[in-house]
Nanobody, 126 residues
Framework: AQVVESGGGLVQPGGSLRLSCAVS????????IGWFRQAPGKVREGVGC????????HYADSVKGRFTISGDNAKNTVYLQMESLKAEDTAVYYC????????????????????WGQGTQVTVSS
């Protein structure tokens, strides 16, 4: 399987950005996709995840209400929509695939995920 993120870039505080996570080699049916980020000098943080079985997403408190994870199984792609971005959201963002996974309540714990993308840089700055 191959997992590829895209959509990163430079955005002003308060702005929006949508990241994409495209999966190839598997059909996204029973899976979990997790989004993670790592800022310079900081440990990797789980941002949120989505379960393919029921489409339910869960979020870290730091992004709840601002970030939305959604999936398009027909396109084998999961999205991370980021709103009201803050300087502290600046990081390299990664998506990761857990497959197969038949659960209905995912968690963004890095050790649970099998396939990782290369990351995409998000910089929030004026």
């Amino acid at each position: 399987a191959q997992v590829v993120e895209s959509g990163g870039g430079l955005v002003q505080p308060g702005g929006s950005l949508r990241l994409s996570c495209a999966v190839s080699g598997f059909t996204l049916d029973y899976y979990a996709i997790g989004w993670f980020r790592q800022a310079p000098g900081k440990v990797r943080e789980g941002v949120g995840c989505i379960s393919g079985r029921d489409g339910l997403a869960h979020y870290a408190d730091s992004v709840k209400g601002r970030f939305t994870i959604s999936g398009d199984n027909a396109k084998n792609t999961v999205y991370l929509q980021m709103e009201s971005l803050k300087a502290e959201d600046t990081a390299v963002y990664y998506c990761a695939l857990r497959y197969p996974w038949y659960g209905s309540s995912c968690t963004a714990e890095a050790h649970e995920y099998d396939y990782w993308g290369q990351g995409t840089q998000v910089t929030v700055s004026s």
